[in-house]
Nanobody, 119 residues
Framework: QVQVVESGGGSVLPGGSLRLSCAASGTPFSIYVMGWHRQAPGKQRELVASITSGGSTNYADSVKGRSTISRDNAKNTMYLQMNSLKPEDTAVYYC?????????????WGQGTQVTVSS
């Protein structure tokens, strides 16, 4: 069973920055893909960014150019550096991961961390 724990959320002013962290544990293997999703009140959960163990990244258009996703494969830890934050970035941010999607592994999710951007 893989455990996923997010940290780093908080409240910031518009234009500010935050760095989210996600740590996955419970598997001796390098996790193939890790990603960040977010869900704002009254809206569906959406993909923010994802990264594979090989370093391939994918970003939502809404955060492209303002956010950078990275990871430490040895620690199965992932980071999301978010800059120039906007009020519309306010949401609960969830980390998810899958050790091997093509091998039938399930997706594992964290409990989420709140990000609030407000003046």
């Amino acid at each position: 069973q893989v455990q996923v724990v997010e940290s780093g959320g908080g409240s910031v002013l518009p234009g500010g920055s935050l760095r989210l962290s996600c740590a996955a544990s419970g598997t001796p293997f390098s996790i193939y893909v890790m990603g960040w999703h977010r869900q704002a009140p009254g809206k569906q959960r959406e993909l923010v960014a994802s990264i594979t163990s090989g370093g391939s990244t994918n970003y939502a258009d809404s955060v492209k150019g303002r956010s950078t996703i990275s990871r430490d494969n040895a620690k199965n830890t992932m980071y999301l550096q978010m800059n120039s934050l906007k009020p519309e970035d306010t949401a609960v941010y969830y980390c998810n991961c899958n050790p091997n999607p093509s091998g039938g592994w399930p997706w594992y999710w964290g409990q989420g961390t709140q990000v609030t951007v407000s003046s």
